[in-house]
């Protein structure tokens, strides 16, 4: 009994612990640790830009917003979700709260190199169906791009519940409604 | 196209990597894309308000004009400064609470909250500046007109104001609106 009131203590002992040294490395993250984790992550981040703006300067300010958000909101980071949870949360967050200006620009963007037009390239068709994924994606409502979004990364609908503020259920009944939008509108896209 | 197809689209979309310095460039106000350019307005508008304070009383007869008048002309100014000032604080945090439904609601009432402290704190403005010029004069045909002209213009910039930042609120909200609702068909 002895022990296992011990047992019980130590284990309270060292979830008190294992708190404490989290929040201690919270609280001491530093300029130089929180540039590591956005460097690791930096791949969602990226994402986030191409399915909420259209332009190259447009992506480039709000991957700026949002590393500086990130930076402003780390000290909220308490631990109890992934890293890159909490990245995509701020992510999404951002992209979608940040007013832009909504009239499309005539953009044209130089490349380096000519792009490989033969059809029976691999990598030009695969560069193709990345393209035309993307596309069909952007053109769903912000709140379902978000959801797809982190879907297609692998979210668990719990973890996307509580990314987004709403039920597993209600992500489940979205997540198949979107499959759907997207799937018509990439058969559009094929058959024009 | 099946889902683990799109997955696997999806994890090879490109990705530009940015290094450290880069990144850590990204941290401060100062290089900060949107808040530059509040803050350029912001600086423009506050400068050019202190300057008006500075020198009002010699130049635009404030030392003729009673205490009160002057007072209502300054508190006119110090508040629309303050108001601009809480609108800079207000688009440096988006962010709030755990998930983006909560963070898009709070940020919503903010939005609102702004706006009408905004559009009241401008009406303050222009009456105060008004009070103070108009003051003690004979009201001729000429200056009523003045201040009729000078009235609808400012009705006029404050109603394309409003309508701004009514459309801001309006697409947060119907976004909200969007995350929550599981039924609609579009």
Sequence with gaps: MKFIAGSINLTAHSRNSINTLAERMRNSMNEDQFLQLVSVHQGIIHKVCRLYRDTPADREDLFQEIVFQLWRSIDDFRGQSKTSTFIYRIALNTAIATFRNNQKKNVINYVDQVPEMSPENEDGALADRKDRLMAAIKMLEEGDRAIIALVLDEYSYREIGEIVGITENNVGVKVSRIKNKIRILLTNSYEN | ?186
């Design chain 2, 1 to 186: 196209m099946r889902i683990e197809e799109m997955k696997s689209l999806w994890a090879g979309q490109p990705v530009e990597v940015k290094q450290k310095e880069a990144l850590a460039g990204m941290l401060t106000e100062k290089s900060h894309p949107i808040l530059k350019e509040i803050r350029k307005q912001l600086l423009l508008e506050i400068s050019s308000w202190l300057i008006i304070l500075c020198v009002y009383y010699s130049m635009f007869d404030g030392e003729k004009r009673p205490l009160t008048v002057n007072v209502v002309f300054i508190i006119g100014m110090l508040q629309a400064i303050a108001v601009n000032f809480t609108g800079y604080l207000a688009a440096r945090n988006l962010i709030h609470g755990d998930n983006i439904i909560t963070s898009i609601a709070v940020y919503l009432e903010k939005l609102r909250r702004f706006k009408w402290g905004f559009l009241f704190s401008r009406i303050i403005f222009i009456g105060a500046m008004l009070f103070f010029f108009f003051y003690g004069l004979d009201m001729t045909v000429f200056r009523t007109l003045s201040i009729v002209f000078i009235g609808v213009a400012f009705l006029g910039q404050l109603w394309m104001l409003q309508r701004q930042w009514s459309q801001r609120i309006k697409k947060l909200f119907e976004l909200k609106s969007e995350l929550l609702n599981t039924n609609e068909e579009r």
